[in-house]
């Protein structure tokens, strides 16, 4: 008896490890759990950001209002946490856009980024460091465009292709991660995901926004020993269960 519970608990620790994995497979429709996210406010109140089917064919995160940029973030734990726990995360979303209307000049663009945030040891004068991708431009010619990027390995320590780093600048004036930082250690402490027109070292006009968000989507594949691991014990636990039937 004293083995089987053992057993038991030894399970139980392994299936406690893997819930507890972050980041977790979710996507958000804004049809019910929107998983904290949310976007700007306009601070002259006219316009703002609402769940609502206005451009969208569903209910999605819905932004109108003149402003430089648009950031939208969520520090819900499925979207955060140690992005080291998974063998590979990708991100995805679906953007609706009416309008990115330099105002006499007409519709135009604006870059897209999502950024992985770390509050936990900010430079010097900063709130956080983190990486970032850019993902391609919100563009009101094209109402629905899909975005994904895909971190093939949660473990390099240097940047991978097409990311960058927040938290200090070089010579030139180019954002970079601080010299004491690596890309997996800012995955290992990821606290704030955001997608943002907001690309370091680019400064905007205003704009009119009329975008919204949809299907934010975040899918990771643990680590292959993990998922053995629990796969091995629940095979045991399986494995004494019909031996004590058997002895009954």
Request: glycine share 8%.
């Amino acid at each position: 008896m004293k083995t089987v519970k053992t057993l038991i608990a030894v399970v139980a620790g392994i299936a406690c490890s893997a819930a507890l994995a972050n980041p977790k497979t979710t996507t958000v429709d804004f049809s019910g759990n929107a998983y904290g996210w949310e976007g700007m406010q306009a601070a002259n109140g006219a316009g703002g950001t609402k769940i609502d089917d206005v451009i969208s064919p569903t209910k999605a995160l819905h932004t109108t209002m003149e402003n430089q940029i648009l950031i939208f973030g969520s520090k819900d734990a499925n979207f955060t946490g140690n992005y080291g726990t998974s063998k590979s995360v990708t991100i995805s979303l679906d953007v609706f856009s009416e309008h990115v209307n330099y105002f006499n000049f007409g519709e135009t663009t604006r870059p897209l980024i999502v950024e992985l945030r770390d509050f936990d040891t900010p430079p010097p004068g900063l709130n956080y460091s983190s990486v970032w991708y850019y993902l391609g431009d919100v563009d009101a010619s094209k109402p629905l465009q899909h975005f994904s990027v895909t971190i093939a390995d949660t473990k390099s320590k240097g940047l991978p292709a097409g990311w960058k780093g927040y938290g200090a600048m070089t010579e030139d004036l180019q954002s970079e991660l601080p010299s004491d930082r690596t890309f997996k250690n800012v995955l290992a402490s990821v606290d704030q995901m955001v997608f943002s027109t907001a690309m370091p070292g680019v400064v905007s006009d205003f704009v009119y926004f009329d975008v919204a968000l949809d299907n934010i989507t975040i899918s990771a594949v643990p680590e292959p020993s993990e998922t053995m691991m629990l796969g091995a014990g629940l095979g045991l636990l399986a494995l004494v269960a019909r031996r004590r039937k058997r002895a009954a």
